[in-house]
């Protein structure tokens, strides 16, 4: 048997969890907290989600990574933050974890 997943990402081995949804950390009650969405292409399993969600809380001023996971489409995150963070430092983890951001916004 193969290790290689059939998405080519080399974690779970199947793309069918199309509308996976994966909240990294629970939601901060703050009063400077804003939402950012973003649009990311390539993603197709819950590997790719682990990815991303694992590189975007790594940007300083994210308190929360939600991801709806659209498999073979372009996926949906939702950021929470409690700073400003400009879109360059987003698409650097979009990309670090090798998927295309394809737009942001508050």
């Not at 996976?20 to 939601?27: E, F, G, Q, R, V």
């Amino acid at each position: 048997m193969s290790n290689e997943s059939s998405c080519g990402c080399g974690g779970c081995g199947s793309n069918s969890n199309e509308g996976l949804t994966i909240t990294a950390k629970p939601s901060e009650e703050t009063m400077n907290q804003n939402n950012i969405t973003l649009k990311i292409d390539g993603m197709t399993c819950s590997h790719c989600v682990s990815s991303v969600t694992e590189e975007l809380n790594e940007v300083p001023g994210v308190s929360n990574v939600e991801i709806i996971l659209a498999a073979g489409g372009t996926s949906t995150a939702v950021i929470t933050t409690n700073s400003a963070i400009e879109n360059s430092v987003l698409e650097a983890a979009v990309t670090e974890a090798g998927y295309t951001l394809i737009s942001a916004s508050v």
